[in-house]
C-alpha cells in the first residue's frame, strides 16, 4: 500500500456504510427498479461525479433494458457546505425525452436543491417521466420539501466521504462511506 492510500484511510473518523451494506442496498433497489420499469423506457441518468461508482454498481444489477446518460452540476458553495444556486455544467442534448422514464441517480441528498431543481428541470424540457433514486440521505438538512422515491440509506448529519464522494475532490475512490475527521476540514 502507498503512502497516498494509507493517508486517505487515516482520515476517516470511523466507517458508516460498509461495503457489504452498501451491496445489500444496490440490489434492493435494483430489484425495485427493475420491477417499476418493467414497462417503461429507462433512462438512468448519472450525476457527475459523486454518482458514477453508485451508478456503475447499480446498472450492473438491474435485469430490464436501459439507456444510460449523465449530467453535472454544481451547487455553489465551500468545503462541507453545499450551496443553494444550481448551476448546469454539463446538459442533456437529446431530442427524444418524450419518449424516456428518467431515473436521476445522486449519491446523497442533503439540502435537496439539487434534486428538486433537476426533477423539475427535466419535467420541463419534456421527459416522459422523471423520478429519483438517492443513495444516502440526510433528512435533517432538509431544506426544501422533496422525498427521493428510492433512498438507499438515511444517515445522520455528518460530512462523508467515499463510494464516489468527496471533499476536495479526494476520497472518491475509497469502497465503503466513511465520516471525514472533522480536523481534515476544520483547521
Ligand atoms: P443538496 O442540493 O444540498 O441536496 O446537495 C446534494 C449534493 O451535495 C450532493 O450531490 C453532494 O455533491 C453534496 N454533498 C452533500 N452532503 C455531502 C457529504 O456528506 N459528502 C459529500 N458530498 C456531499
Ligand atoms: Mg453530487
Same mark, same amino acid.
Request: charged content about 30%.
Given at each position: 500500500?502507498?503512502?497516498d492510500y494509507i493517508k486517505? &484511510?487515516?482520515d476517516v473518523e470511523s466507517i458508516l456504510v460498509s461495503q457489504e451494506e452498501l451491496s445489500d442496498i444496490v440490489s434492493r433497489i435494483a430489484a425495485e427498479v427493475s420491477s417499476d420499469y418493467e414497462d417503461k423506457n429507462l433512462l438512468l441518468l448519472c450525476i457527475l461525479k459523486g454518482s458514477i461508482v453508485f451508478m456503475g454498481d447499480l446498472m450492473k444489477k438491474l435485469t430490464i433494458p436501459c439507456e444510460?446518460?449523465?449530467?453535472?452540476?454544481s451547487s455553489y458553495g465551500k468545503g462541507t457546505e453545499s450551496g443553494g444556486r444550481i448551476n448546469i455544467l454539463l446538459d442533456l442534448h437529446r431530442s427524444d425525452l418524450s419518449e424516456? &422514464?428518467?431515473?436521476i441517480v445522486e449519491d446523497i441528498i442533503d439540502s435537496g436543491k439539487t434534486l428538486s431543481y433537476l426533477v423539475n428541470y427535466l419535467k420541463i424540457n419534456g421527459a416522459r417521466s422523471v423520478k429519483a433514486v438517492a443513495l444516502l440521505d440526510k433528512p435533517s438538512r432538509r431544506e426544501v420539501e422533496?422525498?427521493?422515491d428510492y433512498v438507499g440509506r438515511e444517515i445522520p448529519d455528518e460530512f462523508v466521504i467515499g463510494y464516489g464522494l468527496d471533499y476536495a475532490e479526494q476520497y472518491r475512490s475509497l469502497p465503503y462511506v466513511g465520516i471525514l475527521k472533522r480536523s481534515v476540514y476544520e483547521k
Open positions: 500500500m502507498n503512502s486517505r &484511510d487515516t444510460i446518460d449523465c449530467m453535472k452540476v424516456k &422514464d428518467i431515473l422533496y422525498t427521493p
